[in-house]
């Protein structure tokens, strides 16, 4: 563009200046004014949908982390059965050591008894 199109007439009547613009000057102008109008309102449209994906963003965060907290939950529940399972599995050991224990003393028992009643027999038999 030349020069020649951003020259203006100045024209000054007693208290008022008058800026004059040629005919393809006022158009380039107004094509000037429409383009900054598109610029603000899609300035304005970007600014809305940055509000929009802040608020998903925060949502979707607020989502995560109450799902975290739920792992969390879930993970502290695992633990806990984890104990008790063990807890349990070594009451069960104890009790299968002692049903062994009893076994072993139940048949030593019936054992020593079929030994002295045998022994009291031939004490009585041979008297």
């Known amino acids: 563009m030349s020069s020649k199109l951003f020259s203006q007439t100045l024209v000054s009547n007693k208290k008022d200046t008058t800026i004059c613009f040629s005919l393809n000057q006022g158009r380039y102008l107004l094509k000037q004014v429409y383009?900054?109008?598109e610029c603000d309102t899609l300035y304005a449209i970007?600014?809305?949908q940055k509000l929009k994906k802040d608020s998903i963003?925060?949502?979707q965060q607020a989502n995560v982390n109450a799902l975290k907290k739920v792992i969390l939950n879930q993970n502290t529940v695992i633990s806990i059965d984890g104990?008790?399972?063990n807890s349990l599995e070594k009451k069960i050991s104890d009790a299968e050591k002692d049903t062994r224990t009893q076994k072993v003393y139940k048949w030593l028992a019936i054992t020593g008894g079929a030994v002295l009643s045998t022994f009291v027999t031939y004490k009585y038999l041979t008297k």
């Open 46 to 48: 970007c600014e809305a």
């Open 57 to 59: 963003i925060n949502e």
């Open 83 to 85: 104990d008790l399972i």
């Open 35 to 37: 383009k900054v109008k």
